[in-house]
């Protein structure tokens, strides 16, 4: 036994390292996963859509955009300004809502789109959106959030209306210190 | 089985200290393994009883037993407690049990750290078990702990994190006491090639703990941290993604399919031999197919995720990846097959329940292979028909292997030959309950009914009714395990020679049965 002992101590700190790197390699993959994400487009929720260059007007079809706003364990009042809107697609468009804190401090929030019916997402292009970045709101603030957006021409002919759905969820244990991630020119209205 | 192996301590040089405490401090594989198994095995009850509180809730549409919010904790728990209660920590005390005997060692290589590997595990149950009685019960998110659910339970969830980390320590450890024991303590003579597959068979598996369990702790380690330290891992709101634990969990979670069914291949391909009176046919290959088996499973994970939006592409590498595995799979199931081809067979239990593994793990394997094409996939996703397909290769295949295990082992362990009537009529009575709990799933699933839901349509009645009487007649068969087990270890049966099993081969049967508490304290000669 006792002349094992060395080989096996050598052949424990191995395994032992290797199940400390399989630790960090759990860690490492959230990073490697959002790389994928990234370099494939498969999930880019958070950025803006690229206005689509020449983009014809389809001005024979109309099409109904409805806005809907929840709010998730936050204590915000959050509504759009207009309930729907009537657009032709190609056209851009510009849209608001309107968000107040309703609390005595500060919170950060984050908005996450959702689309009815769940198709019609890959053709509304948001080149604006307040959704696009976390909102910290102070004591009370009120605020108005525009959403610019295009509907591509390529929407299937039977989508004739579209459901624009936002919720706000409380970015948890940032209520502080998201002020600096806010974008260019939300902060003054 | 305590009453056995005292009788052995004394004629050796330190006393060891009686009672509990010998049990609390011993360092000896024997002993551990023994605490292992029954662990296990009240493990497996325990789960049992969730398994069977669902199955009379499920007996009738509608909701008559329990609240929906309890069965949600029930199938969770019954998830965890028997993949990480039940059957991991019994292939383990199979490994301390037989390793060091089956390759000439004295003991594992870190004594001490296999009994803290094992005393690990209890304190790990109670936290699991007890997060029943916290407010807002146990979590109740399923097995895989898929966020957001699991980032928004009660604390419940906290404590399975908790009993995850404490278990996957102790699987860790006893991993690297595996993988040391048999790449260093090995008798002179037993060649890489010449040791019996199912230490080879664990050897690869403990190599798969090594590389997988770590992964699952810093899954639910970003659990936690999402849930109380502000962390944003799977938290779509902050800048987050749930798939993304999907992916993690998976990468830990195929792998550990084959944690839980590679030491099940390493037993029966001890037993089929031994009952065929033949050599294992094919040994080399099945040593590749088990090393290729535990290669491939890296690559297939996301075939668990087939429906959350996958590229076209992605989805046909890992349903080929996936459909690549059966290959490795068949050359084991064809050389059981070919082991047993023109053997002179007799079917005593431990040959029933091998033969049974066979039958029916291979039923299982094959709803596999169907659930893996990901266009059926997407109708059966979440529906009982994956729900058959699990239990056929874990109960029929993985518990039916430890059952075989258990049989052919016993009377090494306790010197005393199981009941064989009792033997047969608990393989019978299980086989039969098995099918009929579980073979009507797949008609349930192909119907779309959805798992882990309290209620369903009343079309589904009939089969659910069904099911519902297999499984009680399959929990109250498993009692007759009891009897067996016990009437070994009191000592009541046939007394058993040192190699009790006429076809049987290797280093464990030189020993004197039962197992003297000290074996191989100067290493075996082989030939
Ligand atoms: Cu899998």
Redesign the pocket.
């Known amino acids: 036994m006792s002349a094992h002992a060395a080989d096996n101590r050598r052949l424990l700190v191995r395994l032992t390292i290797s199940a400390v790197v399989m630790f960090a390699f759990g860690f490492a993959l959230v990073p490697f996963y959002e790389k994928i994400c990234e370099v494939t487009g498969i999930n880019d929720l958070l950025k803006p859509d690229t206005a689509a260059t020449n983009t014809q007007v389809d001005e024979s079809r109309w099409v109904t955009v409805q806005f809907d706003s929840n709010v998730h364990d936050l204590p915000w009042r959050f509504r759009p300004q207009q309930a729907a809107v009537r657009v032709h697609p190609g056209e851009l468009v510009h849209v608001a809502y309107e968000v107040a804190n309703t609390r005595a401090y500060a919170v950060a929030g984050q908005a996450v789109p959702s689309y009815g019916p769940q198709l019609a997402g890959q053709y509304f292009r948001k080149l604006d959106c307040f959704c696009f970045s976390q909102q910290t709101l102070e004591a009370g603030e009120t605020r108005t959030m525009p959403v610019v957006f295009v509907i591509d021409p390529g929407l299937p002919a039977e989508v004739n209306t579209i459901t624009l759905s936002y919720t706000f969820f409380e970015v948890a244990g940032r209520r502080t210190s998201a002020a600096g991630r806010l974008p260019a020119g939300a902060d003054s209205t | 089985m305590s009453a056995v192996i005292p009788d052995h301590l004394h004629d050796h040089h330190h006393p060891a200290p009686g009672g509990l405490m010998r049990w609390i401090t011993t360092t000896n594989h024997k002993d551990i393994g023994t605490m292992y198994l029954v662990f296990s095995f009240i493990m497996f009850l325990s789960g049992g009883v969730m398994a069977l509180t669902i199955r009379a809730e499920l007996f009738q549409p509608g909701l008559q037993v329990v609240q929906p919010e309890f069965f949600n904790q029930l199938t969770t728990m019954h998830g965890l407690v028997m993949v990480f209660g039940a059957i991991m920590p019994a292939f383990v005390g199979f490994a301390n049990w037989q390793i060091p005997l089956m390759i000439g060692a004295s003991d594992m290589a870190f004594a001490r750290m296999n009994n803290w590997s094992f005393w690990l595990l209890p304190p790990a149950a109670m936290l699991l078990i007890g997060s029943f009685f916290v407010p807002g019960g146990a979590t109740a998110a399923g097995w895989t702990l898929y966020a957001p659910l699991s980032v928004q339970m009660g604390m419940g969830m906290d404590l399975a994190i908790f009993a995850v980390h404490i278990m996957g320590i102790s699987s860790i450890m006893g991993a690297i006491n595996i993988v040391v024991t048999i790449l260093n303590m090995r008798a002179p003579g037993m060649t890489m090639m010449k040791m019996p597959l199912f230490c080879w068979t664990w050897l690869i598996t403990a190599y798969l703990l090594i590389a997988v369990m770590p992964v699952l702790a810093g899954a639910v380690t970003m659990i936690l941290t999402d849930r109380h330290f502000g962390t944003s891992f799977f938290n779509a709101a902050g800048g987050g993604d749930p798939v993304m634990f999907q992916h993690i969990f ?1 990468f830990f ?2 792998p550990e ?1 084959y944690i839980m069914i590679l030491p099940a291949f390493g037993i029966v391909s001890q037993i089929i031999p031994a009952f065929a009176r033949k050599p294992l046919f094919g040994y080399a290959s099945m040593v590749y197919a088990t090393a290729s088996i535990a290669i491939l499973s890296f690559v ?2 996301a ?2 995720m087939f429906t959350t939006g996958m590229p076209v592409a992605g989805q046909l590498f890992f349903m080929y990846a996936t459909m690549l595995i059966a290959v490795p799979t068949g050359v084991k199931v064809f050389n059981w097959v070919a082991t047993m081809w023109r053997g002179a067979l007799s079917f005593e239990p431990p040959m029933l329940w091998a033969t049974g593994f066979i039958f029916v793990f291979t039923m299982g394997g094959f709803t596999g292979l169907i659930c893996a094409i990901a266009p059926i996939d997407i109708q059966v996703q979440d529906t009982y028909y994956v729900v058959a397909h699990f239990h056929y290769v874990l109960v029929a295949g993985s518990l039916f292997a430890l059952f075989a295990g258990a049989y052919y082992w016993l009377p090494k362990w306790t010197g005393v030959m199981p009941s064989e009537t009792l033997g047969r009529l608990h393989f019978w009575c299980s086989i039969v309950f098995f099918n009929i709990t579980f073979f009507p799933m797949h008609f349930l699933g192909l119907a779309g009914m959805p798992r882990r839901i309290p209620d369903y349509a009343l079309q589904f009645a009939d089969f659910n009714a069904m099911a519902s009487v297999g499984a009680f007649g399959f929990g109250l068969s498993q009692l007759i395990f009891i009897a067996v087990a016990v009437r070994c270890a009191r000592g009541i049966g046939q007394r058993a020679t040192a190699r009790p099993w006429d076809g049987a081969e290797g280093l464990e049967w030189t020993v004197p049965s039962p197992a003297p508490h000290h074996t191989f304290e100067t290493a075996p000669v082989l030939r």
């Open positions: 998976w979670g195929h399919v297939v994970w075939h668990h």
